[in-house]
């Protein structure tokens, strides 16, 4: 199902969704794939979980190009067309340790 996906869409879920969700991100970083993934931020769901993606960048575990290809949008048009607008062209394995 992953070869032939445009792309990823996480709605609100449980421990199961958000193991789905980080797998498919984490294929990205280990180039096995370079397709987009969006969050539905239903009611405002993924708030906190989008506060600690934007940590893990500013900390230095995650590069911004990686945490560029996870989309979120409370509305599903939106959404996809958000998805279809970010490219994945290059996506770098490792962050840049924090400065100093």
Not at 29 to 46: C, M, T
Not at 75 to 98: C, G, N, R
Request: glycine share 8%.
């Amino acid at each position: 199902m992953s070869e032939l996906a445009y792309g990823f869409v996480a709605s609100p879920g449980g421990i199961g969704t958000l193991e789905e969700t980080f797998e498919v991100w984490t294929w990205t970083q280990l180039g096995i794939h370079a397709k987009p993934i969006g969050l539905l931020n239903v009611s405002g769901f993924y708030d906190t979980l989008v506060a600690f993606l934007d940590h893990l960048v500013s900390e230095g575990f995650v590069t911004e190009a990686n945490r560029s290809l996870t989309c979120v949008q409370s509305d599903p048009v939106a959404l996809l067309d958000a998805l279809s607008q970010i490219d994945t062209s290059y996506t770098p394995k490792w962050a840049d340790p924090p400065p100093a």
